[in-house]
């Protein structure tokens, strides 16, 4: 009763919060949970990330169709193999009017490199950006990167002169729960600008009208609202007071399919969800095994992989909307193998053989760290996991937190987790960049940043390596396989799924949806 009355008062200041005039075409959307930040460079984070990208924008970017296109540069070239020479696009200005050149671009560089930035990985293989001239600018690499382009289609230049006048220069610590003027504003160069922000409630944006490239959308206003009760999302959707939800709940989708005037987006997505353990410790943090990590015994790793049973969580959890994966990406990335892409089989009694042989007989304790409000229904995924490690005998404590706040814990600098729930999308749609990321050693502050529990293998990282500069894509694949099955021989993580991606709108919302679940609003049309 107190969440129905909740949501009824939500919904009612909700209308009364948004009226507009009856001609405008404003856009009201919803998502479960925040961007947590107007800063893109505090977080690798999908929703952050697609979110600030409709104020500040990349060199290159994206198109309808993922392939790569000029944005703030109009041409790039290769002078040399480890040189990258980009023409800046002339007569860009900033929100705040001031011009774009050659010098915001070394700043960013500077910046998504330097104190704070989460985005570090975007430009791991730059050694240094210099200033041609005001519209031109060179990218040094330390190797030949056959990749560079599909990797700075998420790095968002932002203003120097705007971040020096508003002590902006380092981006804030997030995970630290660190602010900084940028944390709450924005001064980009893109379709929209920034009108006010209200975390975890509220943000509103509208169109630039000196934007420089053609505008697609017809939106005067765009009103985007964090509505992290699932009922309440949907019941806003149904009785018209949002036009389009970003999270639709698995089992609200044949109610609202069957709604008059709404429309199910559906699609495969390119994230990966999967399940990572500490094997870098001792000791682990959350456990109650002392003097030791169970986890960095393989047999340990096996065995809650094969007390996981996928296909109950496929058809009951996920309601279907997902596809059971063997690896760490799925189809639609380079490098993805049918051949490889196969699953331990769930064999509860094989994980309580491995365990007795291991030394836990009773099976021991440890605390699964999960987001409540990021993926498609991750906490009943990791209640469900929980309930089958219990079969086995292994006592997990299960910790659901808002994204902010798992965040902060399990991608903090000190990687406080033992054992967690995770999901990557590959930004360049390249194995290399899962490699690189989630398995690569952890250590030169590029490399492995996104590797949480830790896992390390020198083999797997010479590949890493020879993957980066390696031109011929036969060899490159070969590689790629060869990585891939070490991560899998290791049991370096337990792949779970990827998500079907599902959105939903009135009728008379015409945008595009991505596989890389990113929402381009300027893309976004309202017919009348």
């Known amino acids: 009763m107190r969440r129905a009355l909740l949501s009824g008062a939500f919904l009612s200041a909700f209308a009364l919060g948004l009226a507009a005039p009856a001609d405008a075409n404003v856009f009201r959307w919803a998502n479960d949970g925040d961007a947590n930040s107007m800063d893109s460079y505090t977080r690798q984070e999908t929703f952050l990330l697609t979110f600030t990208q409709n104020m500040m924008e990349p060199l290159v970017r994206r198109d309808r169709n993922l392939k790569v296109e000029p944005s703030l540069s109009v041409s790039w070239s290769q002078p040399a193999p480890d040189v990258w020479r980009f023409a800046l696009r002339p007569n860009v200005r900033f929100h705040d009017g001031s011009p774009f050149t050659a010098d915001d671009v070394v ?15 975007f430009l791991a293989s730059v050694k240094e950006v210099r200033k041609v001239d005001d519209l031109t600018v060179e990218f040094v690499t330390r190797v030949p990167n056959p990749i560079f382009l599909e990797e700075i289609t998420s790095w968002q230049i932002m203003s120097k002169i705007w971040a020096e006048k508003n002590n902006a220069v380092n981006a804030a610590e997030l995970t630290r729960r660190e602010e900084n003027f940028a944390t709450r504003n924005a001064n980009g160069t893109g379709p929209f600008r920034l009108v006010s922000r209200e975390p975890d409630r509220r943000t509103v944006l509208e169109p630039n009208p000196g934007w420089w490239d053609r505008v697609e959308h017809n939106l005067t206003r765009v009103e985007f609202n964090v509505i992290s009760n699932d009922a309440t999302r949907v019941a806003a959707l149904l009785s018209g007071e949002v036009d389009m939800i970003y999270t639709v709940p698995p089992q609200d989708m044949e109610r609202i399919g069957r709604a008059p005037g709404l429309r199910l987006h ?3 997505e390119l994230r990966t969800i999967y399940l990572g353990m500490d094997q870098l410790r001792p000791e682990l943090l959350k456990s109650d095994v002392k003097g030791k990590n169970p986890f ?5 790793r096996r065995a809650f992989y094969q007390a996981i049973d996928m296909q109950a969580i496929a058809s009951r959890t996920m309601r279907g909307q997902s596809r059971n994966t063997g690896l760490l990406l799925g189809p639609g990335v380079n490098g993805f193998s049918q ?10 009694d094989a994980s309580r053989r491995l365990l007795t042989e291991a030394g836990y007989p009773q099976g021991f304790g440890v605390t699964l760290d999960c987001p409540n409000d990021r993926y498609v229904n991750d906490e009943a995924i990791c209640q469900a996991v929980t309930s089958m490690l219990a ?19 399990v991608n903090g600098p000190g990687y406080n987790t033992s054992f967690y729930m995770l999901g990557w999308t590959p930004n360049t749609y390249d ?5 690189y990321n989630l398995a690569g050693s952890r250590g ?8 949480n529990g830790g896992y390390a293998n020198p083999k797997l990282d010479e590949l890493i390596d020879r993957i980066a500069i390696e031109t011929d894509q036969a060899k490159r694949n070969a590689l790629i396989a060869e990585g891939l099955q070490i991560v899998k021989d290791d049991v370096a993580y337990i792949p779970l799924h990827q ?22 609003l300027r893309f976004v049309r309202v017919r009348q």
């Open 266 to 268: 559906q699609g495969p």
């Open 499 to 520: 998500q079907t991606l599902v959105w939903a709108a009135k009728q008379n919302i015409d945008l595009a949806q991505l596989a890389d679940n990113q929402f381009p």
């Open 444 to 451: 030169d502050g590029r490399r492995g940043v996104f590797n």
């Open 296 to 300: 960095q015994d393989i047999r340990v």
């Open 431 to 435: 194995a290399h960049n899962v490699l």
């Open 391 to 409: 079969r086995v005998g292994v006592r997990v404590t299960l910790v659901a937190q808002t994204r902010a706040r798992f965040f902060a814990e």
């Open 107 to 121: 700043f960013s560089f500077q910046r998504a490199t330097g104190p704070g930035s989460n985005i570090a990985s």
């Open 339 to 348: 051949a490889l892409d196969q699953r331990l089989p769930f064999d509860p």
